[in-house]
T-cell receptor
């Protein structure tokens, strides 16, 4: 299947700093990318959906100024956690899908510890 | 309640069959998916089934769909220790892929 690479796999930062997570589709054009946050009891929460070249659509309750998403090209989307605090510590996962696709491919996830 | 529901844990003995169940609420669901997540990793699509199908089999995996009851199951035959993971059920509808995930079922395979 197609490959989605997420980087870094693990990051530890100080409270108040910003962290950028990258999600790249390596062998296909990702017209849509999704960002999820996974909580300790397994549930996967969709944070936002981004289409290449347009602003991301955030799910209700997700602060767009806190979680900045950029999808500037067909192969790269970034999630920046601004002014991170301990409550932002979590496992963040991206996925990507191509035009007309009925499945998405997931990155390996990023473990953020603040 | 949640749109997609799954039990959180399942424990089976190696060599036995595992059956993971899922219920969903959206009657317009077009696709139903099963994903596998190994520890510390992203999700891997195992299989998916169209809503107009009742069953799909792929090697050790069998997916059963009861559309009337909105019930989906994943059966893993001859379960191995390498099958230990979290299994997510998801449903998608409409013209674009934005699945709704269940909370995941943690499958534990013991000798």
């Amino acid at each position: 299947g197609a490959v989605v690479s997420q980087h870094p796999s693990r990051v530890i930062c100080k409270s108040g700093t910003s962290v950028k997570i990258e999600c790249r589709s390596l062998d296909f054009q990702a017209t849509t990318m999704f960002w999820y946050r996974q909580f300790p009891k397994q549930s996967l929460m969709l944070m936002a959906t981004s289409n290449e070249g347009s602003k991301a659509t955030y799910e209700q309750g997700v602060e767009k100024d806190k979680f900045l998403i950029n999808h500037a090209s067909l192969t790269l989307s970034t999630l920046t956690v601004t002014s991170a605090h301990p409550e932002d510590s979590s496992f963040y996962i991206c996925s990507a899908t191509g035009q007309g696709a009925r499945e998405a491919f997931f990155g390996q996830g990023t473990r953020l510890t603040v | 309640g949640e749109d997609v529901e799954q039990s959180l844990f399942l424990s089976v003995r190696e060599g036995d069959s595992s059956v993971i169940n899922c219920t969903y609420t959206d009657s317009s669901s077009t696709y139903l998916y099963w994903y596998k997540q190994e520890p510390g990793a992203g999700l891997q699509l195992l299989t998916y089934i169209f809503s107009n199908m009742d069953m799909k089999q792929d090697q050790r995996l069998t997916v059963l769909l009861n559309k009337k009851d909105k019930h989906l199951s994943l059966r893993i035959a001859d379960t191995q220790t390498g099958d230990s993971a979290i299994y997510f059920c998801a449903e998608g509808s409409g013209g674009s892929y934005i699945p709704t995930f269940g909370r995941g079922t943690s499958l534990i395979v013991h000798p």
